[in-house]
């Protein structure tokens, strides 16, 4: 499974993945582990999406909370079928980004993609 941080996305610093309201590359980890848990070596099937997305979500902001920082956590995730299509997201927040940030990881086997978003508001 290959495995990506993608920090370009990483905002409030000029050091990507260390802004306050980033969760630290080290921290996403639990997106990594989320997704390898919910999805494993497993192929795309249609019927699973649901319950994997909402596995991946519960998983990865569950361990964001027990980080115990002082934020407030938002945490997407997309799954998407290799099929040869294009995959494009973004997202734009209104924010202080002096204390908030996001980062997003992007996870892939040979049937799928997973994009996991997570959001930092400082409280």
């Given amino acids: 499974m290959k495995q990506t941080l993608i920090t370009k996305g990483c905002t409030g610093t000029s050091m990507p993945g260390r802004c306050r309201g980033c969760p630290a590359a080290s921290d996403l ?14 192929a795309y099937q249609h019927s699973k999406v649901n319950q994997w997305t909402t596995s991946v979500v519960e998983q990865t902001l569950s361990q964001l909370t027990k980080l115990g920082k002082p934020f407030k956590y938002i945490v997407t995730c997309v799954i998407m079928q290799k099929n040869g299509a294009g995959l494009h ?32 508001l400082s409280i």
């Fill in 89 to 120: 997201t973004a997202s734009s927040c209104f924010w202080d980004s002096s204390t908030d940030g996001s980062c997003t990881v992007r996870w892939e086997n040979k049937t799928m993609y997973c994009i996991v978003s997570a959001f930092g």
């Fill in 29 to 42: 980890r639990a997106s990594f582990q989320a997704i390898e848990s919910a999805i494993g070596g497993n």
